[in-house]
């Protein structure tokens, strides 16, 4: 199923130059999340949102930012690459108190 | 604090045996616990939640609300059930799951 789409799937970029992942659902879910996959960390949360306009930070949230100005759309802007962000980001949505429906992650490279 | 633990970084069993991969939260009420799987290099994906009582590949897992486990279970491992596996909690007050660091399953021919 293609009900939530990451882009681009993978990317390098340089230290110091901002870069925005998008989050595309197509499921009218009203939750959705930002994390990050570290290994010996799991999934952390960056950020998240309840509604258009409406985010809220998450337990690593400094150096991050998001904006969600439709349902659809989530987007996680770093304003300024460092190493210790490159990482395989997750975004992820979610309807009531079902599960969440992940996107297949994103591997940012920051050199 | 709410909390997931799995306290195994790796698993290594052989084709055939049984398996158990632990899950203990720290939680104050009722909880809602899930796991997922996460196939090699793909999207995580949701293997069953505790409310539903499904058995999902011949997984099941039993919320222990005396012991706060959640462990995942199943009697006779397949070499395709290798994958990283992390238990979730739903203890955000906007919905959000609190994961586990994971448990990577080996299952050897």
């Known amino acids: 199923d293609a009900g939530i789409t990451q882009s681009p799937r993978h990317k390098v970029t340089e230290t110091g130059t901002p870069v925005t992942l998008r989050c595309h659902q197509t499921?009218?879910?009203?939750?959705m999340y930002w994390y990050r996959q570290d290994p010996g960390h799991g999934l952390r949360l960056i950020h998240y949102s309840y509604g258009v306009k409406d985010t809220d930070k998450g337990e690593v949230s400094d150096g991050y930012s998001v904006s969600r100005s439709k349902t659809e759309d989530f987007l996680l802007t770093l304003e300024s690459a460092t190493s210790s962000q490159t990482s395989v980001y997750f975004c992820?949505?979610?309807?009531?108190?079902?599960?969440?429906?992940f996107g297949s992650g994103t591997r940012l490279t920051v050199v | 604090a709410q909390r997931v633990t799995q306290p195994e970084k790796l698993l290594s069993v052989f084709k055939g045996a049984p398996v158990e991969l632990k899950c203990n939260y720290s939680?104050?009420?009722?909880?809602?616990l899930f796991w997922y799987v996460q196939y090699s290099r793909q999207r995580l994906q949701l293997l069953l939640r505790?409310?539903s009582r499904e058995s999902i590949k011949g997984f099941t897992a039993d919320l222990n609300k005396g012991e706060t486990s959640f462990h995942l279970k199943k009697p006779f491992a397949q070499e395709e059930d290798s994958a990283m596996y992390y238990c979730a909690l739903d203890g955000g007050s906007q919905g959000n799951l609190i994961f586990g660091k994971g448990t990577k399953l080996s299952v050897k021919p």
């Open positions: 939680y104050s009420g009722s909880p809602e």
């Open positions: 505790h409310i």
């Open positions: 499921e009218n879910h009203r939750y």
């Open positions: 992820a949505s979610r309807f009531g108190r079902d599960g969440y429906t």
